[in-house]
């Protein structure tokens, strides 16, 4: 099976969701995807019979070698791209990734290490996500939720959780107050509610729980 557009989005969100060390089932696909269950199980098992993703006995769903491949240089190509669109033609932080969303599935693969050598090959995308083949291996058990994060702590922020770059009205509000890989901050207070009191170049910016669990963070 040639590989459409649809069958990409599928690899690249199996692929983000096992990058986050989430497990992939069906549900939960439909879900980051936006589709219904049986379209799910239709184009997965399209997916199978083409090697590109298997499912073991708990129904859980895997990337093989050459769906990995594919994934990854769609991840690389995504991220490349959101570098390229507020570097050079000015769009904003918060608007790149659906715009990259359209580019990944076009550009070519010479395009593609063209963009990266022009832009100095960046290791990472404009929300902290890693680029395949410009960054080095990590351990993600370094980085954690930052609604996991104990009152009194310095923490990092190193990068957005992949539903996060999906959220427009989100990436808007982490632009505004400046809650962006590579700043630093203090858990002043964990309210009872679970709402994180942060302060930031001085500045006090409460974070809702559900907020704070889409941003990936490490001890400072």
Same mark, same amino acid.
């Given at each position: 099976?040639?590989?459409?557009?649809?069958?990409?989005?599928?690899?690249?969100? =199996?692929?983000?969701? &096992?990058?986050?060390a989430e497990p992939v089932i069906k549900a939960r696909l439909a879900e980051r995807l936006h589709v219904a269950p049986p379209t799910v199980t239709a184009t997965l098992d399209r997916l199978v019979r083409d090697g590109h993703v298997w499912i073991d006995e708990r129904h859980e769903v895997f990337?093989?070698?050459?769906? !990995? &491949?594919?994934? %990854?240089?769609?991840?690389?190509?995504? &991220?490349? =791209? !959101?570098?390229?669109?507020? &570097?050079?033609?000015?769009?904003?932080?918060?608007?790149?990734?659906?715009?990259?969303?359209?580019?990944?599935?076009? #550009?070519?693969?010479?395009?593609?290490?063209?963009?990266?050598?022009?832009?100095?090959?960046?290791?990472?995308?404009?929300?902290?996500? +890693?680029?395949?083949? @410009?960054?080095?291996?990590?351990? =993600?058990?370094?980085? /954690?939720?930052?609604?996991?994060?104990? %009152?009194?702590? @310095?923490?990092?922020?190193?990068?957005?959780?992949? +539903?996060?770059? !999906?959220?427009?009205?989100?990436?808007?509000? /982490?632009? *505004?107050?400046?809650?962006?890989?590579?700043?630093?901050?203090? *858990?002043?207070?964990?309210?009872?509610?679970?709402?994180?009191?942060? %302060?930031?170049?001085?500045?006090?910016?409460?974070?809702? @729980?559900? #907020?704070?669990?889409?941003?990936?963070?490490?001890? *400072?």
């Open positions: 099976m040639t590989l459409t557009t649809t069958t990409e989005d599928y690899l690249l969100a =199996i692929y983000g969701m &096992r990058a986050e990337l093989t070698l050459s769906g !990995e &491949r594919v994934a %990854e240089q769609l991840a690389r190509r995504h &991220r490349l =791209i !959101e570098h390229w669109l507020i &570097r050079t033609l000015g769009l904003g932080w918060a608007e790149v990734h659906e715009e990259a969303d359209k580019l990944e599935h076009s #550009v070519s693969d010479e395009l593609t290490e063209r963009i990266s050598e022009s832009l100095g090959h960046p290791a990472t995308c404009p929300h902290g996500l +890693p680029i395949p083949g @410009n960054y080095p291996e990590t351990d =993600i058990a370094q980085l /954690f939720s930052l609604a996991n994060a104990k %009152e009194g702590s @310095n923490v990092r922020i190193v990068r957005l959780s992949e +539903p996060a770059e !999906e959220d427009v009205e989100l990436l808007r509000y /982490f632009e *505004a107050k400046q809650l962006v890989p590579g700043r630093t901050m203090t *858990a002043r207070e964990i309210t009872p509610s679970g709402h994180m009191v942060m %302060e930031l170049d001085g500045a006090t910016v409460v974070v809702e @729980n559900h #907020v704070a669990s889409n941003l990936w963070v490490m001890d *400072a």
